[in-house]
């Protein structure tokens, strides 16, 4: 078991960001991690529970020890109880610390109410024999000064030549030259960066993005009274507009993000930023200053604005003193905003030479895909892929924005089936940049060349070339035929489509693969510990032996294929030789003609959900089992377990399920959720690149 201490050196480098990225760069190697935040240290106005312990909790799903209360630590100090207060701690953290692979500890941050935090720190750090990452960001100063600053501070854990001082994260990097030359040029200037003895372990770009609270947390922050709430849980403040100059000067300022700061009594900015919101500019929003209260009759003109979602507050303070107090505001990351909380976790995470980190923790007790292991080898192998996928639903706001993100990132080359002047109105309502090389598809202008291929395709059921138009006029169907004929790797639909619109003409017009005599699907099932394979609970309603032990085969191959090492647990309401009846016998008989079939794979059956799933179930239940307790792919009876088990699962455990992805079809064809999220698309297209590959292969 490995320890990591992050220890800051100085206030406001972004202690709690670093932790949530570093708990995420190490589960993507498969490591079991675990948090502990020794020492609380609340903000003035923090109420409720220790704010990095409880944002690690909601965004890992960990269940961390809470920590020491300031004022119980400074008595103790006080009282000369060190020793009695780092016992206290060890035993909290070995509650942390619990079947675990590697645990991150996050050091106090030195304030002027806690000028004994470096030392706390440096006494914390020795006790639990950890390794010592220091955490720092630049400042007003030369690269110099910096390198000298951060040495001064490792000097307090041992020095930057002690084995068990690490190196440093920098946080919050803003250069002109990117991180490749800053970093270059910070190597030049750092004699202390030169050796292997103490090394740069990350550099995190500053991203305006990743620091931009929400409308309602400005409300909160300022004691606002909000006039509209609109769209205030959602809306996020990118930049502060304070309007003083007349409106045809303000009207470029308006752009999506932008909080416009103006007195309660300008009745003309606050018509032109109606405007714009109603034109489709997403505004952070409206902050009406100076206790000017807007005229009823203005915000009467205003309605379809504040319909629209605008948020407006109003504050009593003036002009300066409410841009002072905006500019003042606590920036950290609340509790509640997961959003935000899940983006800096992911982008600090990939800033972070995770293997070094990996390295010095040894191997793991037993290597496990995590969800965050899971979704970065997602990405990274569709990055590798370089696939071309189609997207029939190619003016829907979520579909556009993730098709955005995959062509800018790489994960794709992504073709939007819609009218281009729709995509970009689309596009510009939402804040969304289109990046070079998205390709956008007309279907009107396309749809005549494939009438005749999809008549042959489709000639002995009796297809002709009318009934061929009048499908076709379907996007599902005009995506399906480009798949058929190979102009794209694969295709992703179902953010606006039913499961069945986008399923049915893959069947029809793609086709089993030639080992296959089925098609089935799984579901890829983020638990919090682990991910495993669902099958099948969206196609077959109620397969056969022979059908289920193909089922089994296909999801086993589709968790290798994505790095899930299978171990198939074959469900039933019975386990081994105690139950009998049609439905276990089918069970029975199906998992035999599995382990016929494919003798390298483990398969047990049948087997109980819990006996499968639960390690001490397992063992009482199927002692002999190389598969009770420890299963990864479940294979359900019928269609009727399968697709009620996975959606309890997902419900009532608040867990993240990806697919249903298809098997046994020639070419990839993927469905999504019609309540998904832009992440979910994004991360359906990444699956849908790699089984494209992994077919060709």
């Known amino acids: 078991m490995h320890t990591f201490f992050i220890a800051p050196t100085g206030f406001g480098v972004g202690l709690t960001s670093i932790s949530l990225g570093l708990v995420r760069a190490l589960e993507r190697g498969g490591l079991k991690v675990g948090f502990f935040k020794p020492i609380a240290q609340p903000h003035p106005g923090d109420e409720g529970p220790e704010r990095s312990t409880e944002l690690i909790a909601r965004t890992h799903g960990l269940k961390p020890p809470q920590p020491l209360g300031q004022a119980h630590v400074e008595h103790m100090l006080g009282d000369g109880h060190l020793d009695e207060l780092l016992e206290e701690i060890v035993s909290l953290y070995q509650q942390a610390a619990q079947d675990k692979d590697v645990v991150i500890v996050e050091g106090m941050v030195p304030t002027r109410q806690a000028s004994y935090a470096t030392r706390v720190n440096a006494h914390l750090a020795r006790s639990l024999d950890a390794d010592v990452i220091l955490v720092s960001a630049p400042e007003d100063e030369t690269l110099t000064e910096m390198s000298d600053r951060i040495e001064i501070q490792a000097q307090q854990f041992g020095g930057p030549k002690d084995p068990k001082v690490l190196g440093v994260i920098l946080n919050k990097v803003r250069s002109d030259d990117g991180i490749e030359g800053f970093t270059r040029r910070l190597q030049e200037h750092a004699q202390l960066l030169r ?13 305006d993005e990743l620091n931009a609270p929400r409308t309602r947390d400005i409300a909160d922050l300022l004691g606002a009274r909000v006039l509209n709430a609109g769209d205030y849980e959602q809306r996020r403040m990118l930049k502060i507009v304070l309007c003083a100059r007349a409106v045809p000067n303000t009207v470029q300022l308006l752009k999506p993000g932008v909080l416009v700061v103006t007195p309660g ?7 032109a930023a109606s405007l714009a919101s109603m034109n489709g500019v997403p505004l952070a929003g409206l902050l009406l200053c100076s206790d000017f209260q807007p005229d009823p009759r203005i915000m009467e003109l205003c309605k379809s604005a504040l319909h629209g979602g605008l948020p407006v507050l109003t504050v009593s303070t003036g002009s300066y003193d409410t841009a002072t107090n905006l500019n003042r505001m606590n920036n950290e990351i609340p509790v509640d905003d997961r959003e935000r909380a899940e983006k800096v976790t992911e982008f600090v995470a990939g800033h972070i030479e995770h293997e070094f980190l990996k390295q010095r923790c040894g191997d793991p007790r037993e290597l496990r895909l995590s969800p965050p292991a899971f979704r970065y080898q997602l990405v990274r192998r569709a990055l590798a892929a370089n696939k071309r996928i189609v997207l029939p639903e190619g003016a829907e706001p979520r579909t556009v924005q993730a098709a955005a993100i995959c062509q800018a990132r790489g994960i794709a080359r992504c073709v939007l089936l819609a009218k281009p002047e729709e995509v970009q109105a689309v596009a510009q309502a939402h804040g969304i940049t289109l990046p070079a090389g998205l390709e956008i598809l007309d279907p009107d202008l396309i749809r005549g060349r494939y009438v005749e291929p999809m008549v042959e395709l489709r000639k002995n059921k009796g297809l002709n070339a009318p009934m061929a138009e009048q499908q076709l006029e379907d996007s599902v169907v005009l995506a399906t035929m480009m798949l058929a004929l190979d102009e794209v790797d694969g295709l992703v639909s179902g953010a606006v489509h039913t499961t069945a619109s986008t399923i049915r003409p893959a069947l029809q017009l ?22 495993v394979v669902y099958g099948d ?7 056969s032996a022979a059908e289920l032990a193909e089922i089994a085969i296909q999801s086993a191959d589709s968790a290798a294929s994505f790095g899930i090492s299978p171990r198939v647990a074959m469900i039933s309401y019975s386990t081994g030789d105690s139950g009998s009846g049609e439905e276990v016998e089918k069970v029975r008989e199906a998992t035999r003609i599995a382990r016929e079939n494919r003798p390298d794979l483990l398969v047990d059956g049948p087997l109980q959900y819990d006996a499968a799933a639960i390690e001490s179930v397992g063992r009482q239940k199927a ?11 479940f294979v359900f009876p019928d269609l009727n377990t399968g697709n009620t088990t996975y959606k309890a699962v997902q419900r009532s455990a608040g867990v993240i399920s990806v697919g249903p992805m298809l098997q046994g079809l020639r070419k990839p064809v993927n469905d999504l959720s019609r309540g998904a999220l832009v992440d979910d698309i994004v991360f359906t297209i990444a699956l849908t690149a790699i089984q494209a590959a992994s077919q060709e292969a």
């Open 195 to 207: 050796s292997e003895d103490f090394r740069l372990i990350g550099c995190i770009p500053w991203q």
């Open 265 to 271: 009594d300008r009745d003309d900015i606050i018509l």
């Open 510 to 531: 793609i086709k089993t693969a030639p080992s296959y005599k089925l098609v089935s699907s799984v579901f890829f099932m983020l638990l919090p510990d682990q991910v």
């Open 537 to 543: 609970c969206a196609v077959n309603p109620d397969p």
């Open 623 to 633: 002692p002999n089992s190389q598969v009770a307790g420890r299963a990864t792919v």
